[in-house]
């Protein structure tokens, strides 16, 4: 059974820095991966989807990395601001199969201070 | 572009009462269309999803059920809402291959 985790369950860092969020899978066989944001209140916001044959994707100042053979996935966020500040959650897909669920950590809540 | 509502935003109902929340995507045709639950600190629950009308499979056996009349349609329903219904419900959908997930902003429903 696919276990997806995410450290730390919260971080809190001040507006400028860079900052990278870890996520990590037990089983490397996955087909693709999924970073979201999700606000308070509100539905995830996809951000990045990276396929098991990449290796990394990059949108603004988001970047995804993908090792699969060590299980692991990083959102690096540069120049982090305060707007960034919501939940990071990590989703492994095992197959390609239109039926193939999605398997979600548990997030990261980003506070990014002024 | 592809948009998804998702509707009530929020709703309070008594226990022992019916329930219906609807999900529509516009600006694409047969897509998977996924029902989710989460629950405060327990993660993302995946309850319905369906690949085409009439093709809807269920993850978790509860008193809740799925309906898709039209293609771009997802419902879901309960005949009789426990307490233990309460959460935030989620619709979300996507193409086939290696198409993302998206959401829509979900249903906070509290039974009271």
């Known amino acids: 059974k696919q276990e997806v985790t995410q450290i730390p369950a919260a971080l809190s860092v001040p507006e400028g820095e860079n900052l990278v969020l870890n996520c990590s899978f037990t089983d490397s066989a996955i087909y693709n991966l999924q970073w979201f944001r999700q606000d308070p209140g509100k539905g995830l916001t996809s951000l990045l989807l990276?396929?098991?044959?990449?290796r990394e994707q990059t949108s603004g100042r988001l970047n995804a990395s993908l090792d699969k053979s060590s299980g692991r996935s990083t959102l690096y966020i540069a120049a982090s601001q305060p707007g960034d500040s919501a939940t990071y959650l990590c989703a492994v897909r095992p197959g390609e199969t239109s039926g193939s669920r999605l398997t979600f950590g548990e997030g990261t809540q980003l506070t990014v201070n002024p | 572009s592809q948009t998804i509502h998702q509707w009530p935003a929020t709703l309070v109902q008594p226990v022992g009462s019916p329930l219906s929340l609807e999900c529509t995507v516009e600006g694409t045709s047969n897509p998977n269309l996924y029902w989710y639950r989460q629950a405060a600190g327990r993660g993302l629950q995946l309850l319905f999803y369906s690949i085409g009308i009439d093709q809807i499979s269920s993850e978790v056996p509860q008193n809740l059920s799925a309906s898709r009349p039209q293609d771009r349609q997802f419902i879901l329903s309960s005949k009789k809402l426990l307490l233990s219904d309460s959460g935030f419900y989620l619709c979300a959908w996507r193409q086939g291959g290696h198409s993302p997930l998206h959401f829509g902003n979900g249903t906070r429903l509290t039974v009271t």
């Open positions: 990276i396929q098991s044959s990449q």
